[in-house]
């Protein structure tokens, strides 16, 4: 197939060449028109962290959202005002003049929302620090921070706060956008870095390697229209959903140039060996495709397949490094035909000034020779001498991490030198605090549900770590005062107080009213003796009017019959009056009797009164009818009134019973407020003791229902709770850098705490997650471990099935893996003993270890497959020394060679400026380094010599049919002179 291949391309090789050239140039001015998607600003656009959708930080994220969805707010920035020693009022009125500025272009720089302590001054302890030398104003932005309309706000904004400052002042910006920008800035920079110095560092490499000053010409072109176009398919994958980083594009970079031009190299170099045997053009060509043709196309694959199974990992940090896997199919591509087309084209003349002369190849080298050696000598010695040196290296490793993002920015940035400031000033964690988010299957808007949100809070204040809490029931992260039992407690104490006294008032006031009762009981008794001898009168009085009464009508009787009797005297005296005439008639005589006279004058009184008396009588005898009713009534009068003075006697009896249980109850209760009195006042002492100890334990707390509904307390519901209720937060400051390792593992503390303080209350259901900077890198800790083990487990398959499908057998990719497996522990252990050690480091950047890994076994397994190819090819049945010895001497310059420049091309990131890189550099560096001379000089040769013919197994005997058919093809072909030399070359390798 190859074969075909090349001699197809002698026939094209200039069209292979120039179809590459417009391809490049193609895409490359198509990316620039913006006609295919440009990687750069992709990456821009790209969301760093990559953190999954269903992580819980995601998540909590997502509900916070949901708390006010009217605010708009997608990303944020805090504008820095510093002054050492106290702002003066002319930078406060210059930042009120540029607040005014920023609002009045709010549509332009899409500026939701600024907030200062000018226009709410209730943020003034939070927005001012408490030396007067800081303040800080919140911008919220409609735009996410990766956007590049926020970007571009971003550098406007730091272009008006350059205007008129204040000399002695300082403005800066940092927050979530300016930290994002300026890290974005940061890797842009230091890939700029790296590509110069990677091309520079490729040249000077290949020339130093060729000794010529067009063949490192091949290499550069075939790998840089590579890379050109490469970019713009990782590009359109991108676009199409492909995870990139700001890692992409580095990696891309260095693994195509240095792979790349180690694939340049080992053709270039087996050419001219071929050349050298006397081969035209051609044919040199062919057999160079037939024998590292192949090896070429398995070292690619593996590289290939490792950064294809990167695309399986979970963690997008991770999985954009699978766009290399699309870069290394495009170098292959090119390796297979632009390198063999422009092979063809200069033939030996790539070499000039060195001319190729017959039997002169490239070399054997001597150092490799003596490596063979000694292994060939002592293979189990240099295996155990080799581990007991090395393994104590591999123990240095601990796998210390950081998360600080701010260490990869530039120092002097504006937004690091505006978070030092903050830090300095507020505290860390006011700038990235942690959003707890808290749901509940019903409305938490209710007095029981916000006095579980007070108590939590206040449990969460007091867990370490934590600075502050802020909640609805406290916005500005202190307790309301208003809201608390000891602050009730304390103003209802003094109202006690005088109820107190009042009731003791009341007391003496009974006490004295029970003294004048007991003075006006005295008199009572003898009022009580006095009326019933009263009574007793008045019945005597009522019985005397009886005997009246009867009197009266024995009275009526007798002066009835006096009246009687005294018309009958009338009329006797009448009738005696006329006797008195007839005697006077009968005796004339008794005219001038003077006893007859004086009868008759009495007989004329008589006669003139008895009428009289008659009529008196009658008279008298109508007054005693008049009178008897009067005194029958004034006598039923004095009974009742001696029946009312008998009943007020009892009454007064019944009244001295009463006023002396009164006395009593008035003694009782006169001690009764004694002693509330002074319960009242033990009460008021301790209330007072409450309020006073408020501040060293946790207060009681009581929101009346009232309060719920008032203006300021809705504000703070609208900032911290949902509208239907369910769904509220706390914002938790934390005292450690929000990137420490103390911070991340006081997270899934605080998410217990949290959720423990809910227990047993109104909201016992809740559900707690947490989001924000602090909480997403401790979900990135346990995310990029799992998907490390997991993702790594999956490239060690795929290079295990490719040096198995190479080697044709089981054994030898084992050791191989094996030996770079260790490599890679004793790398990081030297890379974290230089870097946290040495250089004091708080630790190694979090994805240094996955991407040192990855490099290290991807790329370091090629110079396995370049030494285990040429070991399979020169092979033959029983001459496994011999075999590897040769493979040694004739590879090991090309593998030395290709590992400087593997090496170089990654030792430019040690230039860029940004920690995570400068860190994977110099792992990969010192790993390839380690690996090209340790492993490949001694360990790999003496374990494959070890083994012996088990190498194969359990191809052993198809290995043996298949190395003799290789050599006699091989003789077939060489040339006749140097058959001799080579048969000479395997006796002098064989002692």
């Known amino acids: ?31 620039q028109a913006g006609w295919l998607p440009d990687l750069t600003q992709i990456v821009r656009e790209t969301e760093a962290k990559f953190i999954p959708a269903d992580a819980e930080s995601m998540q909590a994220a997502a509900i916070a959202g949901q708390i006010n969805p009217n605010n708009k707010s997608r990303s944020n920035a805090v504008i820095v005002l510093n002054r050492e020693g106290g702002l003066k009022d002319a930078d406060r009125t210059w930042l009120q003049a540029k607040i005014k500025q920023l609002n009045d272009s709010r549509d332009a720089l899409e500026i939701v929302n600024v907030t200062s302590l000018f226009d709410v001054p209730e943020f003034a302890q939070k927005f001012e620090s408490k030396d007067k030398s800081t303040v800080l104003t919140l911008l919220d932005f409609a735009k996410p921070e990766n956007s590049p309309s926020a970007q571009e706000n971003l550098d406007t904004i730091r272009d008006i706060l350059k205007q008129d400052l204040p000399s002695g002042a300082s403005a800066e910006l940092t927050g979530s956008a300016p930290i994002s920008t300026d890290f974005q800035k940061s890797s842009e920079e230091g890939l700029k870095k790296t590509e110069v110095l990677t091309v520079v560092l490729v040249l000077v490499i290949l020339l130093v390697v060729f000794r010529s000053p067009i063949a490192p010409l091949i290499p550069l072109f075939t790998i840089a229209l590579s890379f050109l176009v490469a970019r713009t398919f990782v590009g359109v994958a991108a676009d199409w959903g492909m995870p990139v980083s700001s890692f992409t594009e580095s990696f891309l970079i260095a693994v195509l140039f240095g792979a790349g031009t180690d694939y340049c190299i080992l053709l270039i170099q087996r050419f001219r060996e071929e050349l050298s045997h006397g081969h035209d053009r051609v044919e040199a060509l062919l057999r160079t495709t037939r024998t590292v043709g192949k090896t070429v196309i398995f070292s690619a694959s593996t590289v290939l397949i490792a ?21 290394m199919l495009i170098t292959l591509l090119a390796g297979l035909t632009l390198t063999p087309a ?10 000039w000034p060195v001319r190729i002369r017959p039997g002169q190849g490239h070399g054997e080298s001597r150092l490799w020779g003596k490596l063979a050696g000694l292994s060939a000598r002592r293979p189990a010695t240099v295996l155990l001498v080799t581990l007991i040196v090395t393994a104590p290296i591999a123990f240095l490793f601990h796998g210390q991490r950081s998360f600080d993002d701010l260490a990869e920015i530039n120092p002097n940035a504006g937004s690091v030198v505006g978070f030092q400031t903050v830090k300095d000033k507020f505290g860390a964690g006011e700038v990235f605090p942690v959003t707890a988010t808290i749901t509940s299957a019903k409305s938490m808007r209710t007095p029981e549900a916000l006095a579980a949100i007070e108590a939590s809070t206040a449990v969460v204040a007091k867990a370490p770590h934590v600075a502050e809490v802020r909640s609805a029931t406290r916005p500005l992260g202190q307790q309301i ?11 209802t104490t003094q109202a006690t107080l005088d109820i107190a006294g009042g009731v003791g008032q009341i007391a003496s006031g009974l006490g004295r009213a029970r003294a004048e009762l007991q003075q006006g009981a005295a008199p009572l008794g003898e009022l009580s003796g006095g009326l019933t001898q009263m009574a007793a009168s008045t019945r005597d009085a009522q019985q005397g009017l009886r005997q009246v009464g009867g009197g009266l009508a024995e009275l009526r009787q007798g002066l009835a019959g ?13 009738s005696m009056g006329g006797d008195l005439a007839q005697l006077a008639e009968q005796h004339p005589e008794l005219a001038q009797d003077p006893a007859y006279q004086a009868l008759l004058a009495k007989q004329a009184g008589l006669a003139g009164a008895l009428p009289q008396l008659s009529g008196g009588l009658g008279q008298l005898e109508q007054g005693a009818a008049a009178l008897t009713p009067a005194v029958t009534q004034i006598g039923a009068g004095l009974g009742q009134l001696a029946d009312g003075q008998t009943q007020a006697a009892s009454g007064i009896g019944q009244l001295q019973a009463g006023l002396s249980q009164l006395d009593k109850g008035l003694g009782d209760g006169v001690a009764a407020l004694g002693q509330a009195a002074d319960g009242l006042k033990q009460v008021g002492a301790a209330q007072k003791m409450i309020a006073e100890q408020a501040g060293k334990q946790i207060a009681g707390w009581q929101i009346p229902a009232d309060v719920i509904e008032s203006a300021d307390f809705k504000r703070s519901l609208e900032v911290y709770m949902s509208p239907d209720g369910k769904t509220t937060k706390l914002e938790i400051v934390l005292s450690s850098h929000p990137y420490s390792k103390e911070a991340m593992e006081a997270i899934d503390d605080l998410r217990r705490t949290i959720q423990m303080s809910f227990s047993g209350s109104a909201i016992g259901d809740a559900s707690v997650k947490l989001a924000g900077t602090t909480a997403q890198y401790h979900e990135l800790d346990r995310i990029s471990n799992d998907d490390f083990i997991r993702t790594g487990v999956l490239v060690l398959i795929g290079i295990y099935l490719v040096l198995a499908l190479l080697l ?3 054994l030898a990719p084992l050791y191989i893996l094996l030996s770079l497996a260790f490599n890679y522990l004793i ?4 890379v974290e003993f230089i870097f946290v050690q040495l250089l004091g480091y708080p630790g190694l950047s979090w994805t240094v270890s996955f991407f040192v890994f990855l490099m290290i076994v991807a790329l370091g397994v090629d110079y396995s497959i370049f030494l285990m190819a040429r070991f399979k090819e020169e092979y033959r049945p029983g001459g496994v020394i011999p075999a590897m010895a040769k493979a040694m001497k004739t590879t090991g310059g090309v593998i030395i060679s290709a590992a400087v420049i593997m090496g170089g091309t990654f030792a430019a990131f040690m230039y860029s400026g940004v920690n995570t ?25 003496a374990i494959a010599m070890l083994f012996g013919e088990a190498n194969w197994w359990p191809f052993t005997r198809g290995r043996k049919q298949t190395a003799a058919a290789g050599a006699a093809r091989e003789a077939a072909d060489a040339p006749p002179q140097l058959r001799a030399g080579e048969a000479q070359l395997e006796l002098d390798s064989g002692r």
């Open 808 to 810: 044709r057998s089981v």
């Open 342 to 351: 422009l092979l063809l084209i200069l033939g030996p003349k790539m070499f």
């Open 562 to 574: 006096t009246q009687q009797g005294a018309a009958q005297a009338e009329a006797a005296a009448a």
């Open 481 to 491: 005062g208003e809201l608390t039992v000891p602050d009730q407690l304390g103003k």
């Open 917 to 941: 890189l400068v860190q994977i550099g110099a792992g990969i560096v010192i790993g390839l380094g380690l690996y090209t001379t340790v492993f490949m000089g001694l360990v790999v040769p």
């Open 827 to 830: 790398t990081m252990g030297i």
């Open 1 to 31: 197939m190859l074969e075909k291949w090349i001699r197809l391309l002698t026939k094209a090789r200039w069209v292979v060449v120039l179809l590459w050239i417009a391809l490049a140039g193609g895409l490359m001015a198509s990316a």
């Open 307 to 327: 950064f294809f199974l990167i695309g399986f990992a979970q963690f997008g940090m991770y999985q954009s490094a699978v766009g290399v896997s699309i870069g």
